[in-house]
C-alpha cells in the first residue's frame, strides 16, 4: 500500500519559514508528479505547488509564487516544500499526492495517493 508521510509542520510567527517534506513508500516515485494542496477549515482543498518527475517542470498557485519553493530527492524518495515570508493566510492543512500521469496537477481528483496531512498555523 502506498504511503506518503508529511512532517515539518508547526506553528510559526508571521514572516517566519518552514519546510515540509513528504516522503513516499511502495510506489516509484520517480515516475510521478508530486503536489502540495492545502486545506483551511471550512474551505475546498486548494493546489499549491506541483513538480513533475523530473523536477524540470513546476508550477504554483498565485498566491505562494515568489515565497514557497517545491523540489524532489528522486534518491530519497521524497518532495520538499520550503515555504518563506509565511502569512496568517496560509494556516492549513498541507497535503502531500502523488500522480502518475502528471496531468492536470492543479486539480485535487486527478492525484491518486495523498498523505494524512500537517497542520501548518501562522500567527499575526
Known amino acids: 500500500q502506498v504511503q506518503l508521510v508529511e512532517s515539518g509542520g508547526g506553528l510559526v510567527q508571521a514572516g517566519g519559514s518552514l519546510r515540509l517534506s513528504c516522503a513516499a513508500s511502495r510506489l516509484t516515485f520517480s515516475i510521478y508528479t508530486m503536489g502540495w494542496f492545502r486545506q483551511a477549515p471550512g474551505k475546498e482543498r486548494e493546489f499549491v505547488a506541483a513538480?513533475?518527475?523530473?523536477?524540470?517542470?513546476?508550477d504554483y498557485a498565485d498566491s505562494v509564487k515568489g515565497r514557497f519553493t517545491i523540489s524532489r530527492d528522486n534518491a530519497k524518495n521524497t518532495v520538499y516544500l520550503q515555504m518563506t515570508s509565511l502569512k496568517p493566510e496560509d494556516t492549513a492543512v498541507y497535503y502531500c499526492?502523488?500522480?502518475?500521469?502528471?496531468?492536470?496537477?492543479?486539480?485535487?481528483?486527478?492525484?491518486?495517493?495523498w498523505g494524512q496531512g500537517t497542520q501548518v498555523t501562522v500567527s499575526s
Open positions: 513538480i513533475k518527475w523530473s523536477g524540470n517542470s513546476i
Open positions: 499526492a502523488a500522480d502518475k500521469f502528471g496531468s492536470d496537477y492543479r486539480v485535487v481528483s486527478r492525484y491518486d495517493h
